[in-house]
């Protein structure tokens, strides 16, 4: 592969890893990104959203972790990351590749900072996450009280696909308190106990929230499919 394709490819791969946050889905999988060119050690993105009036602080976000994600690869010295066919577009890119926050962009358009709305959508991500693992496990035929008994060492044991493993495990460290190789697999975001007799219950909680999320995510392809005529999962076009 050419020095310059490789590059490209390890910049699709760190896109891969930023999802859009209400979704929990990768920017890539979704088909948002739309174009990604390197020059040398910069990277320039573009991508685009199902909808022309799609909510302006979850595209900011994007863009903003997506460009993180970018700049955190050895190579990279400048990441232009480009949102297009946006009613916002202008102030999102340039407000990102400033380094400005939301609130200062978009004045008293703002409703308040990101942050609070990050931590909300992280939190249902863990949910959400967890949920599919102790999903995973128990169509595997593990008992309830087999898997609340699991510790976190006890995963890379787990007879299920690594890549619920690696995405839940990427948000244990930040909620259900302590997290060993010999703590507790599974715990609420607030550190409390899943008791076996009740994971059934909580795993029904989990899909009534998740379930809006999982369907909004099909209708963003079938929207960005419509828009641009088929061209999805990051091929190519237009970026005006």
């Known amino acids: 592969m050419p020095p310059n394709e490789s590059r490209v490819a390890e910049a699709r791969a760190a896109l891969a890893a930023v999802t859009d946050p209400e979704l929990d889905q990768s920017v890539v999988e979704l088909g948002f990104i739309a174009d990604v060119g390197v020059a040398g050690s910069c990277v320039a993105v573009a991508f685009r959203l199902p909808t022309f009036w799609c909510s302006a602080g979850f595209a900011w976000i994007m ?5 993180a994600a970018l700049l955190g690869l050895a190579w ?6 480009r949102l297009v066919d946006h009613f916002a577009a202008g102030r ?3 407000g990102v590749a400033a380094g400005r926050g939301f609130r200062s962009a978009f004045g008293d358009e703002a409703a308040g900072d990101l942050a609070a709305l990050r931590e909300t959508f992280r939190r249902k991500a863990f949910l959400g996450r967890m949920a599919a693992l102790i999903e995973a496990l128990r169509a595997d035929g593990m008992s309830d009280a087999a898997i609340v008994s699991l510790t976190l060492g006890d ?3 787990a007879p299920v696909a690594a890549v619920f493993v690696a995405r839940y495990r990427e948000l244990r ?3 259900g308190g302590p997290a060993g190789e010999g703590d507790a ?3 609420k975001p607030d550190g409390a106990a899943i008791p076996a007799g009740t994971l059934g219950a909580w795993l029904r909680d989990v899909r009534m929230t998740r379930r809006s999320a999982e369907a909004n995510g099909e209708m963003c392809r079938v929207l960005l499919k419509g828009r641009y005529d088929g061209l999805v999962r990051g091929e190519r076009s237009p970026a005006g």
């Open 173 to 175: 460290v930040v909620y």
């Open 185 to 187: 697999a599974f715990r």
């Open 76 to 81: 990279v010295e400048e990441a232009d990351v």
């Open 63 to 67: 863009a903003e972790d997506m460009r």
């Open 155 to 157: 995963l890379a044991k």
């Open 92 to 94: 999102i890119n340039a």
